[in-house]
């Protein structure tokens, strides 16, 4: 299973329910523990909490409150991206930090844009501001609630709502003076390409044909010819007498010298200007200005994490229809694709370069499965109780920190509250939960019993306390020692698998460790909070980091260079403070 999480064979939900599913065949687990993982209150609370962060977000209360940000920093550059990433942080604990990040990328690129700073310089400490800013709370982010639930059923008091402040506002402090350092002086400033046909390096695949007097083409529809089925090809436009086709073009017989602007495999524009007798007009070069015309524009937009046009194809979606846009090429991390899109699977975090319609830029912006990387409409959404949607969160928060009503209680009722005074509807409800999320989780709880009836955990406990027998410590050092290997472990492992996969797993190392030296286990359990939630080394050690990683041009490399030296100051800033803040 560890294999399949660190190589990504499968979706990561899909390899903790096989997992699941082997030990319920062998009898490791009961159907009952197999199950268990669904009603488990980590589970429901963060269902709910997805629920009321989409509530949030459909005010535009944070868009509004960047913007405010912005003025009251006026034009000091630097203090500006600094009042930023410390806003982003915040917010990120309070709310999931992916569904942050999600509103944040446009606005960062905004912000960047006022201030002609490169997006390379912003998107990646956003990224890392969202991540340790998930720690402040115990709602920040998934690992914190499902660690909280593993101490439960081991009779182990759970965390409190700001339990982890006391260390997440040093992690605040820290990782944000840290983002203005790597963002100012050492993250690459890539040129911003104006034109994203350039971005995408779309003139060569984008070439413009002549209907000669003898083509093959004249007095046949598109429909009429094979040229589908022979080349790699998808046509764009037609252009008569300066007036430009886009939309059925099905139904235009081609006549003499008209001009069809069609993206092709540069492989196939000999064959087909020779096959059909066409000419080819080499010598144009289209901009993103001629491509948009007065009635369309290019567009780029980002697959959110939730987004349920993962994991299909253009064909089976019917973008063109259910968009009415023509998806001219995908970036994937480094790759640019432009050929045979349409029956390319797509996956998270991917970004679509999009030829469409100026009118329905608005409509596209508000689909839930696709972020539009451009300068933003910014108000408030006054719609019904808008205000409840505001306060909601804080007002949970506070409930809990008083103890008046337990976390999970107060989540449902917050989330009951909203669909009561339709805030947002079932549907919005519906598609505002990350499904891969909740049974990634649900699946891994079985996973994290198995660990425990098998004695896994123990085994690895002793390994980590093996490990350190061999430094030389007194007895009363002894505890930090293991602490930090288990941190670095923890880390170590969260770079290349998921983080709520590895807390699952150490969690119940945490606590073996603890009764191996008869200790407190609360310092080990803090400690695999925070390790399995700030790895900053790799793109795929967060999905924060993935988000960013198409729309800031990074390199993986960027990631080890900026993200490694964080990753260890946080190391040490926890290996010094969890004892002081949770003795042994």
Same mark, same amino acid.
């Given at each position: 299973?560890?294999?399949?999480?660190?190589?990504?064979?499968?979706?990561?939900?899909?390899?903790?329910?096989?997992? @699941?599913?082997?030990?319920?065949?062998?009898?490791?687990?009961?159907?009952?523990?197999?199950?268990?993982?669904?009603?488990?209150?980590?589970?429901?609370?963060?269902?709910?909490?997805?629920?009321?962060?989409?509530?949030?977000?459909?005010?535009?209360?944070? /868009?509004? *409150?960047? /913007?405010?940000?912005?003025?009251?920093?006026?034009?000091?550059?630097?203090?500006?991206?600094? #009042?930023?990433?410390? @806003?982003?942080?915040? $917010?990120?604990?309070?709310?999931?930090? @992916?569904?942050?990040?999600?509103?944040?990328?446009?606005?960062?690129?905004?912000?960047?844009?006022?201030?002609?700073?490169?997006?390379?310089?912003?998107?990646?400490?956003?990224?890392?501001?969202?991540?340790?800013?998930?720690?402040?709370?115990?709602?920040?982010?998934?690992? %914190? +609630?499902?660690?909280?639930?593993?101490?439960?059923?081991?009779?182990?008091?759970?965390?409190?709502?700001?339990?982890?402040?006391?260390?997440?506002?040093?992690?605040?402090?820290?990782?944000?003076?840290?983002?203005?350092?790597?963002?100012?002086?050492?993250?690459?400033?890539?040129?911003?390409?104006?034109?994203?046909?350039?971005?995408?390096?779309?003139?060569?695949?984008?070439?413009?044909?002549?209907?000669?007097?003898?083509?093959?083409?004249?007095?046949?529809?598109?429909?009429?010819?094979?040229?589908?089925?022979?080349?790699?090809?998808?046509?764009?436009?037609?252009?008569?007498?300066?007036?430009?086709?886009?939309?059925?073009?099905?139904?235009?017989?081609?006549?003499?010298?008209?001009?069809? &602007?069609?993206?092709?495999?540069?492989?196939?524009? #000999?064959?087909?200007? /020779?096959?059909?007798?066409?000419?080819? *007009?080499?010598?144009?070069?289209?901009?993103?200005?001629? +491509?948009?015309?007065?009635?369309? #524009?290019?567009?780029?937009?980002?697959?959110?994490?939730?987004?349920?046009?993962?994991?299909?194809?253009?064909?089976?979606?019917?973008?063109?229809?259910?968009?009415?846009?023509?998806?001219?090429?995908?970036?994937?991390?480094?790759?640019?694709?432009?050929?045979?899109?349409?029956?390319?699977?797509?996956?998270?975090?991917?970004?679509?370069?999009?030829?469409?319609?100026?009118?329905?830029? /608005?409509?596209?912006?508000?689909?839930?499965?696709?972020?539009?990387?451009?300068?933003?409409?910014?108000?408030?959404?006054?719609?019904?109780?808008?205000?409840?949607?505001?306060?909601?969160?804080? *007002?949970?928060?506070?409930?809990?920190?008083? %103890?008046?009503?337990?976390?999970?209680?107060?989540?449902?009722?917050? !989330?009951?509250?909203?669909?009561?005074?339709?805030?947002?509807?079932?549907?919005?409800?519906?598609?505002?939960?990350?499904?891969?999320?909740?049974?990634?989780?649900?699946?891994?709880?079985?996973?994290?019993?198995?660990?425990?009836?098998?004695?896994?955990?123990?085994?690895?406990?002793? +390994? $980590?306390?093996?490990?350190?027998?061999?430094?030389?410590?007194?007895?009363?050092?002894?505890?930090?020692? =293991?602490?930090?290997?288990? =941190?670095?472990?923890?880390?170590?492992?969260?770079?290349?698998?998921?983080?709520?996969?590895?807390?699952?797993?150490?969690?119940?190392?945490?606590? !073996?460790?603890?009764? %191996? &030296?008869?200790?407190?286990?609360?310092?080990?359990?803090?400690?695999?909070?925070?390790?399995?939630?700030?790895?900053?080394?790799?793109?795929?050690?967060?999905?924060?980091?993935?988000?960013?990683?198409?729309?800031?041009?990074?390199?993986?490399?960027?990631?080890?260079?900026?993200?490694?030296?964080?990753?260890?100051?946080?190391?040490?800033?926890?290996? =010094?403070?969890?004892?002081?803040?949770?003795?042994?």
């Amino acid at each position: 299973s560890i294999v399949c999480f660190a190589k990504e064979l499968f979706p990561m939900e899909v390899v903790a329910l096989s997992a @699941t599913s082997f030990l319920l065949l062998f009898g490791i687990i009961t159907p009952e523990e197999a199950v268990s993982g669904f009603s488990n209150k980590a589970v429901i609370t963060i269902g709910a909490m997805f629920i009321m962060s989409k509530a949030l977000l459909k005010t535009g209360f944070l /868009e509004v *409150l960047t /913007e405010k940000v912005y003025l009251f920093a006026g034009q000091k550059k630097w203090f500006t991206i600094f #009042v930023f990433f410390t @806003t982003v942080a915040i $917010i990120s604990g309070f709310i999931n930090n @992916t569904a942050a990040v999600a509103i944040f990328i446009p606005l960062a690129i905004y912000l960047g844009q006022l201030m002609h700073i490169s997006p390379s310089k912003l998107l990646m400490p956003l990224s890392f501001a969202a991540i340790f800013g998930g720690t402040l709370t115990l709602i920040g982010t998934s690992t %914190n +609630l499902l660690v909280s639930s593993i101490m439960v059923e081991k009779g182990i008091e759970p965390f409190s709502i700001f339990e982890f402040f006391k260390l997440g506002i040093i992690f605040l402090i820290v990782g944000t003076i840290y983002n203005i350092i790597l963002a100012k002086w050492f993250l690459p400033s890539r040129v911003v390409i104006s034109s994203l046909t350039k971005k995408y390096h779309m003139a060569r695949y984008l070439t413009e044909f002549k209907i000669s007097e003898d083509s093959s083409f004249l007095g046949k529809r598109i429909n009429q010819l094979d040229i589908e089925q022979k080349f790699d090809i998808q046509i764009l436009m037609i252009i008569r007498d300066q007036v430009r086709y886009r939309y059925n073009l099905n139904t235009i017989q081609f006549k003499k010298d008209d001009v069809i &602007l069609v993206q092709i495999n540069i492989k196939d524009i #000999v064959s087909l200007k /020779e096959q059909y007798d066409l000419l080819l *007009l080499s010598d144009v070069k289209m901009t993103q200005k001629e +491509l948009s015309g007065k009635n369309h #524009v290019l567009v780029e937009c980002l697959l959110p994490q939730e987004s349920h046009l993962i994991g299909k194809t253009l064909q089976e979606l019917d973008f063109k229809k259910k968009y009415q846009g023509f998806v001219l090429a995908v970036r994937r991390n480094t790759d640019i694709i432009r050929e045979k899109l349409a029956k390319i699977k797509l996956r998270f975090s991917d970004t679509l370069l999009v030829m469409m319609p100026k009118g329905k830029v /608005e409509s596209f912006r508000r689909s839930p499965d696709l972020i539009l990387l451009e300068e933003l409409n910014i108000v408030l959404k006054y719609e019904g109780l808008w205000w409840l949607s505001i306060i909601v969160i804080p *007002l949970i928060m506070i409930l809990t920190f008083l %103890n008046v009503i337990s976390i999970m209680k107060a989540s449902i009722i917050g !989330a009951v509250i909203l669909l009561i005074v339709r805030s947002l509807s079932i549907q919005d409800a519906y598609e505002s939960i990350n499904w891969s999320v909740i049974f990634l989780i649900a699946s891994l709880i079985p996973i994290g019993i198995a660990i425990d009836k098998t004695g896994t955990d123990l085994l690895i406990g002793k +390994l $980590i306390i093996s490990i350190g027998d061999l430094f030389e410590t007194n007895i009363s050092q002894e505890p930090h020692l =293991y602490l930090a290997i288990l =941190y670095i472990a923890t880390v170590l492992f969260s770079a290349f698998i998921s983080n709520n996969a590895i807390a699952v797993i150490m969690a119940p190392v945490a606590i !073996a460790i603890a009764i %191996n &030296l008869n200790v407190d286990p609360r310092p080990f359990m803090v400690a695999v909070c925070f390790a399995a939630s700030n790895c900053f080394m790799t793109p795929i050690g967060y999905q924060t980091n993935l988000m960013v990683y198409g729309p800031g041009q990074y390199k993986f490399s960027d990631f080890i260079k900026a993200g490694l030296p964080l990753t260890l100051i946080f190391w040490i800033i926890s290996v =010094y403070f969890i004892p002081i803040f949770w003795p042994f």
